[in-house]
Nanobody, 115 residues
Framework: QVQLVESGGGLVQPGGSLRLSCEAS????????MAWYRQAPGKQRELVAS???????NYQDSVKGRFTISRDNVKNTVYLQMNSLKPEDTAVYYC?????????WGQGTQVTVSS
């Protein structure tokens, strides 16, 4: 059973930075696609960034140049470095692991960007 534990959310001022971490249990991490999603109040969950097991990375247009996804296959951890944060980045951020057609989700971590 795969379990994902996220950390690193919090309150930050506009223009600030945060780094989210997601540690996965299980042996499938290195062959998995890892992703970060977010869901703002009243909105649907949306893909923010993803990293395939070959470390091909994709980003939502609104975060390109500001967010960076990275992974450490030794530590079974995926990161989301978020810079130049904006109020519209406020959301619950979820870690996702996809392997062999199955999705696993973390519990979510709140990111609030406000002055």
């Amino acid at each position: 059973q795969v379990q994902l534990v996220e950390s690193g959310g919090g309150l930050v001022q506009p223009g600030g930075s945060l780094r989210l971490s997601c540690e996965a249990s299980g042996y499938l991490f290195s062959v998995s696609t890892m992703a970060w999603y977010r869901q703002a109040p009243g909105k649907q969950r949306e893909l923010v960034a993803s990293s395939t097991y070959g470390d091909i990375r994709n980003y939502q247009d609104s975060v390109k140049g500001r967010f960076t996804i990275s992974r450490d296959n030794v530590k079974n951890t995926v990161y989301l470095q978020m810079n130049s944060l904006k109020p519209e980045d406020t959301a619950v951020y979820y870690c996702n692991l996809q392997v062999m057609g199955t999705d696993y989700w973390g519990q979510g971590t709140q990111v609030t960007v406000s002055s």
